[in-house]
Nanobody, 121 residues
Framework: VYLVESGGGFVQAGGSLRLTCTASEIIYRINVANWYRQAPGNERELVASVSRGGVTNYVDSVKGRFTISTDNAKNTVYLQMNSLKPEDTAVYYC????????????????WGQGTQVTVSS
């Protein structure tokens, strides 16, 4: 597992959580980082993305409430989630286009295993 998410949990509506995605040492550089989510019965949805240059994009339903950011020195990606709503309940996945270390550097796309976020009304 090259991307590990943490920070999920149970929170009441209106509360906040911060998700963290930590890359293993095999990953030399994160080029584009994404957070997806999947609720039961729904397709996986792209929530937010950030390029290495700092350009961000958000799905409309989270604009103004969620913030994606990276710490390039630590190869770590964050998703700050504020004003959470019950409809934000889902498993959240970290996904990234990375440059990784092998016999030589190579480009690849990795997924984390997901972290559950549950928002009660």
């Amino acid at each position: 597992v090259y991307l590990v998410e943490s920070g999920g949990g149970f929170v009441q509506a209106g509360g906040s959580l911060r998700l963290t995605c930590t890359a293993s040492e095999i990953i030399y550089r994160i080029n584009v980082a994404n957070w997806y989510r999947q609720a039961p019965g729904n397709e996986r949805e792209l929530v937010a993305s950030v390029s290495r240059g700092g350009v961000t994009n958000y799905v409309d339903s989270v604009k103004g409430r969620f913030t994606i950011s990276t710490d390039n020195a630590k190869n770590t990606v964050y998703l700050q989630m504020n004003s959470l709503k019950p409809e934000d309940t889902a498993v959240y996945y970290c996904n990234a286009d990375v440059t990784a270390r092998g016999l030589a550097l190579y480009e690849y796309n990795y997924w984390g295993q997901g972290t559950q976020v549950t928002v009660s009304s």
